[in-house]
Antibody, heavy 121, light 111 residues
């Protein structure tokens, strides 16, 4: 079945760029039926949508993060990536990647296991 | 605070029925956007348990059900079991914000 796996540094210094990759296995990222998204969860807090990408490259971002976020896709590797610039301590969170339904429904399934990124010097 | 409002906590004894509410506004749930529910067990990623307001993904017990009316939605769990103890989140889309929105989450405790 479809599986997603996040990877990347677990520690990022303040003001630097957070970079994560999501590898999709068990299915192709090049599908007309789904977007591929990033969601984060601050320690002990709720879920926050970061953004998503279609395999052809079209993106949608959370307006509150749009100025700092870039999501890209590499269909040859069946991967998509997240870059978040100028990070601060409030960006410390578990970052999840997930498949997002492309219809009007917008649900996320499945999710990766998540990766904790800590912003600290 | 979150765009969608959920109670911070609910509890129930084994075998009982509980409901978790998710209150939105005219730009999200009230605008006709679907509501989805996720279960997050301790230390794990969220798992979709209800989509499109009331549909259950394959493998989710029929003890879980969803409903939507006006600017609110609800998740109901009947025949409560210890394994249902988790955080539950609702999710929808907001036309004014042009993006996906989540509720703040509800911690379900099975007494």
């Amino acid at each position: 079945q479809l599986q997603l796996q996040e990877s990347g540094p677990g520690l990022v210094k303040p003001s630097e760029t957070l970079s994560l990759t999501c590898t999709v296995s068990g299915g192709s990222i090049s599908t007309d039926y789904y977007y591929w998204g990033w969601i984060r969860q601050s320690p002990g807090k709720g879920l926050e949508w970061i953004g998503n990408i279609f395999y052809r490259g079209r993106t949608n971002y959370n307006p509150s993060l749009m100025s700092r976020v870039t999501i890209s896709v590499d269909t040859s590797k069946n991967q998509f990536s997240l870059k978040l610039t100028s990070v601060t301590a409030i960006d410390t969170a578990i970052y999840y990647c997930a498949r997002r339904d492309k219809s009007s429904s917008n649900w996320f399934d499945p999710w990766g296991q998540g990766t904790l990124v800590t912003v600290s010097s | 605070q979150s765009v969608l409002t959920q109670p911070p906590s609910v509890s129930g004894a084994p075998g009982q029925r509980i409901t978790i509410s998710c209150t939105g506004s005219s730009s999200n749930i009230g605008a006709g956007h679907d509501v989805h529910w996720y279960q997050q067990l301790p230390g794990t990623a969220p798992k979709l348990v209800i989509f499109d307001n009331k549909k259950r993904p394959s493998g989710v017990p029929d003890r879980f059900s969803g409903s939507k009316s006006g600017t609110s939605a609800s998740l109901a769990i009947t025949g409560l079991r210890a394994e249902d103890e988790a955080d539950y989140y609702c999710q929808s889309y907001d036309s004014s914000l042009s993006g996906v929105v989540f509720g703040g989450g509800t911690k379900l405790t099975v007494l």
